[in-house]
């Protein structure tokens, strides 16, 4: 079992920044490649971000690349994701997941990942 916690969301204006975290507990986190989402309203939920069980690989959607970088700290069992240059269509709410699956490899589809987060919300206003 692995449980995530995700932190800080909020309002935010256009070209403004977030830092948002996702602490893990069960399972040894630094064991596991994990994953930002973001679904808005009336959407599907989306592939935001990848990063490897050591943080030495990432992998960005295309809308976001650029902007945002994830990271981890095995030693804190937490995942960042830092939004800089935020825009409208950013609004979500944002998902920290954790994949289990072997072997530990690029995932970016919803179903590959086995844990979620309860979410935290993104507004970027215009």
């Known amino acids: 079992q692995v449980q995530l916690v995700e932190s800080g969301g909020g309002l935010v204006q256009a070209g403004g920044s977030l830092r948002l975290s996702c602490v893990a507990s069960?399972?040894?986190?630094?064991?596991?490649?994990m994953g930002w989402f973001r679904q808005a309203p009336g959407k599907e939920r989306e592939f935001v971000a990848y990063?490897?069980?050591?943080?030495?690989?990432?992998y960005y959607s295309d809308s976001v690349k650029g902007r945002f970088t994830i990271s981890r700290d095995n030693a804190k069992n937490t995942l960042y994701l830092q939004m800089n240059s935020l825009k409208p269509e950013d609004t979500a709410v944002y998902y920290c997941?954790?994949?289990?699956?072997?072997?530990?490899?690029?995932?970016?589809?919803?179903?590959?990942?086995?844990?979620w987060g309860q979410g935290t919300q993104v507004t970027v206003s215009s």
């Open positions: 990063i490897s069980w050591s943080g030495g690989s990432t």
């Open positions: 997941a954790a994949d289990t699956r072997l072997p530990r490899t690029l995932r970016t589809g919803r179903y590959e990942y086995d844990y």
């Open positions: 069960g399972r040894t986190f630094s064991s596991y490649p």
